[in-house]
């Protein structure tokens, strides 16, 4: 699509103001390409000021912009920024680039192996289509749904979470993400350490400084959280909360093991604390994943556990539905920190996701997922052994989307740089720790690439450059 909006740039200059270009149909015949990339070419051309649309006539040239106002000086604000927190236990920072690492696009050319979603070629977007175009015909779509979301979808979740988990004990959210965020602050006052997983998702660490909590790791091996070392971080620090991922955990893969389940559940209960489950990767196991486990929720009596699941892993990074499910005095005030910071997800939203979990085609886009994913990673993982052997994969996971790797040499970053050199990105260890990383590693989705061919093509590419950082064994 940048070559044809290109094009169009140039073709705008032929025209005086007001000038009408030709029609879409005219463009798709001239340029060789589909209405919907003459569409969204056209919308981007919009979007920079250069056309306006006028439905039922057609595209005409804009008017040129008035210069924008010469900027002030904004240096004040770093006083002002600086002196907000001073007086705090732990300083609240905004660090957003572990989690920017996977948003951010890669440029043209780069294979992404660094973000943290399907391709394209992997959503469900037909299903998705058709279940927004049949939500927007639900009566009362565009209403206010219930601040705790549509009672159907928290029905749906509840079931889903499974257990003693009902309705009344779900909020829907606007994602993952978002219901961390809650649950963090439901849970955690400024300057209260959280327990969290080493290594974990960067996305939880920036929540918990971002609020000006201080995380606290507590180390996983290939079974999952270490129960002893967890119970010692209890006591150490008298912290009031856990968070982990039992189930395919970011960024190692590993499942909490049998055995240590009602362990993390006891430990935590004896210290007064909430463990807070995020759920992530249940729709994305792989086709050679046996049975799952039960959610932590599931096994709970006594509300212990804050329960996070999401929608968005699975369909599309636009689709963000999720909930937070939670039994006993906690589940209100997570539902007013919720409302106060977002009143409800807007329920076109939830009325879609209900038709898209409930439509035929979401099974069977599971099972697609599962098949290619396993798929994926095991074309990965075989690349890596025979193109670079001297690396490091210590656990193959049955579930998720990603490999984490140690890379030969001890220089993280170096190989980072080299490889984005090389036109791969990858996503660094550092930002999954909050403490000092054991060593150095490398997180390598393989989610979000066209298909298994450019898996190849990646480590090939990295096998040809990594000479120059010493990366490879002499």
């Not at 909006?5 to 009408?20: C, H, I, T």
């Not at 058709?130 to 009566?139: F, V």
């Not at 290594?199 to 507590?218: D, E, F, K, Q």
């Not at 656990?395 to 170096?414: F, K």
Request: hydrophobic letters at 45%; one cysteine or more.
């Amino acid at each position: 699509m940048a070559e044809l909006v290109e094009s169009l740039r140039v073709e705008v200059d032929r025209y005086s103001v007001g000038g009408k270009l030709p029609s879409s149909r005219a463009l798709v015949e001239r340029y060789r390409v589909s209405p919907v990339t003459v569409s969204r070419a056209l919308a981007q051309l919009a979007a920079e000021g250069l056309v306006v649309t006028r439905p039922g006539a057609g595209v005409f040239r804009a008017a040129p912009r008035t210069a924008l106002p010469a900027a002030g000086d904004t240096s004040w604000q770093e006083v002002a920024l600086s002196a907000e927190g001073a007086g705090d236990v732990v300083p609240r920072s905004v660090d957003a680039s572990g989690v920017l690492a996977s948003l951010a696009a890669p440029p043209p050319g780069v294979i992404e192996l660094n973000g943290g979603y399907l391709h394209p070629s992997l959503q469900p977007e037909r299903a998705m289509a058709a279940a927004l175009a049949r939500a927007g015909r639900r009566p009362g779509a565009w209403g206010r749904p219930p601040v705790e979301g549509l009672p159907e979808l928290r029905d749906w979740f509840a079931r889903e979470i499974g257990g003693a988990v009902a309705a009344a004990d779900v909020l829907v959210t606007a994602g993952g993400q978002s219901a961390l965020a809650t649950a963090l602050r439901a849970l955690a006052p400024p300057g209260a350490p959280i327990l969290v997983e080493s290594p974990t998702y960067p996305g939880l660490l920036a929540i918990a400084r971002a609020s000006g909590c201080r995380p606290v790791p507590v180390p996983v091996d290939a079974e999952g959280v270490r129960p002893e070392l967890l119970a010692a971080a209890f006591e150490a620090t008298g912290a009031r909360v856990f968070v982990c991922q039992p189930l395919f955990q970011n960024p190692t893969g590993a499942v909490l093991a049998p055995g240590r389940r009602a362990e993390v559940l006891r430990i935590a209960r004896a210290a007064g604390a909430f463990v807070v489950e995020d759920d992530y990767a249940r729709a994305l196991a792989h086709e050679d994943s046996g049975p799952l486990p039960a959610t932590l929720a599931a096994e709970d009596a006594d509300g212990v556990v804050v329960h996070v699941r999401s929608l968005t892993k699975a369909t599309s990074p636009s689709l963000r539905v999720g909930a937070l499910a939670a039994r006993g005095p906690v589940r209100d005030r997570l539902r007013a920190i919720q409302v106060v910071d977002s009143f409800f997800v807007p329920r076109p939203l939830q009325e879609a996701a209900l038709e898209l979990v409930g439509a035929p085609a979401w099974p069977r886009h599971l099972r697609t997922v599962a098949a290619e994913l396993r798929h994926r990673r095991d074309v990965l993982a075989a690349a890596l052994r025979r193109e670079l052997p001297a690396f490091a994969l210590p656990h193959l996971p049955r579930g998720g989307y990603q490999l984490w790797v140690r890379p030969a040499g001890g220089d993280e970053s170096a190989f980072v740089a080299t490889a984005l050199r090389s036109g791969v990105a990858v996503a660094p260890g550092r930002p999954y720790f909050c403490a000092e990383p054991p060593a150095p590693y490398v997180r390598l989705s393989f989610a979000g690439v066209s298909g298994p061919a450019e898996l190849v093509e990646a480590v090939q590419r990295i096998g040809g450059v990594l000479p120059a950082v010493g990366a490879h064994p002499a």
